[in-house]
């Protein structure tokens, strides 16, 4: 069965420190991967995804994932947090075959302390 | 430059009532989609629509239904509501052409549902 992992509830940052949020997967076939932002209050919003080509990808915001087949991992990174991106953090991956639907890790709270 | 509108933000209802939540998108999208956000559980497909008249169970149908009539619209229907389906109710749609599976979804604001 495919499926996506976000193994941290909750990650704690200081302002202008990196950030990394994990994302594991588990797919047959080639991985379409995405990145979501959920603001308090707020729906989803799109950050970056994965299709195909180059391993970095750069998203909104300043954010990029890098796409680690060996791994199966597309962890979201930021060289410098801020504290407006405290937010909700969702990871999706396609499921193959016809229906093309996006499965969604459970979600990782970002904490960025002033 | 609202695009995927959700009526109600917030809603509550007694157990056995029956609940409406509307979905309208203004983007021409073939695909619609329905999902419950809850914590610790992430969010889970209930609905999806690939056109106008079709809809496609997800992976927790239990309990609603959907109903599409026109392209820009997909009703969320909670026949008997109980109290267990108390959650956050996401709204999306994504463009089907070409490769639909690269495509982004574009997210409602949301509409959270308390049943008493």
């Known amino acids: 069965a495919q499926s996506v992992a976000q193994p941290e509830d909750q990650v704690n940052v200081a302002e202008g420190n990196p950030l990394t949020v994990k994302c594991t997967y588990s797919?047959?076939?080639?991985?379409?991967l995405f990145w979501y932002v959920q603001y308090p209050n707020r729906g989803l919003q799109f950050l970056l995804k994965?299709?195909?080509?180059?391993?970095l990808v750069k998203g909104s915001y300043g954010f990029e994932a890098e796409f680690n087949k060996s791994q199966t991992s597309f962890h979201l990174k930021k060289p410098s947090a801020l504290v407006s991106d405290s937010a909700l953090y969702f990871c999706?991956?396609?499921?193959?075959?016809?229906?093309?639907?996006?499965?969604f890790g459970t979600g990782t709270l970002l904490a960025v302390q002033p | 430059d609202v695009k995927v509108t959700q009526s109600s933000r917030y809603l509550v209802k007694r157990t056995g009532e029956k609940v409406f939540l509307e979905c309208v998108q203004d983007?021409?999208?073939?695909?619609m989609f329905w999902y419950r956000q809850d914590p610790g559980l992430g969010l889970r497909l209930i609905y999806f629509?690939?056109?106008?008249?079709?809809?496609e169970k997800g992976d927790i149908p239990e309990g609603y239904s959907v109903s599409r009539e026109k392209k820009e619209r997909f009703s969320l229907i909670l026949e008997s509501a109980s109290t267990n389906q108390t959650s956050m109710y996401l709204c999306?749609?994504?463009?089907?052409?070409?490769?639909?599976?690269?495509?982004?979804?574009?997210f409602g604001a949301g509409s959270r549902l308390t049943v008493l």
């Open positions: 999306a749609s994504r463009s089907g052409t070409g490769n639909s599976g690269a495509n982004v979804l574009t």
């Open positions: 797919v047959s076939g080639n991985p379409y």
């Open positions: 994965y299709i195909t080509g180059d391993n």
């Open positions: 999706a991956v396609r499921e193959g075959g016809a229906t093309n639907k996006l499965i």
């Open positions: 983007m021409d999208h073939e695909n």
């Open positions: 629509s690939y056109d106008v008249k079709m809809k």
